[in-house]
């Protein structure tokens, strides 16, 4: 799964923390994971 964050919340992110995603596509549903890399891109616009 890939998520789009803001800048000041990147910073906050390390591969290998634990995650905890919802999403509108199933409400009430909680998924957890680990995050296993951080793909940031400058941004082009």
């Known amino acids: 799964m ?3 964050v803001t800048e000041k919340e990147v910073l906050k ?3 290998g923390m634990e995650t ?3 999403t509108d596509t199933y ?3 909680t998924f957890t994971g680990k995050i296993e890399a951080n793909l940031s891109f400058p941004d082009s616009g």
């Open 20 to 22: 905890t995603i919802t």
């Open 13 to 15: 992110l390390k591969v």
């Open 2 to 4: 890939y998520a789009n």
């Open 27 to 29: 409400p009430g549903s």
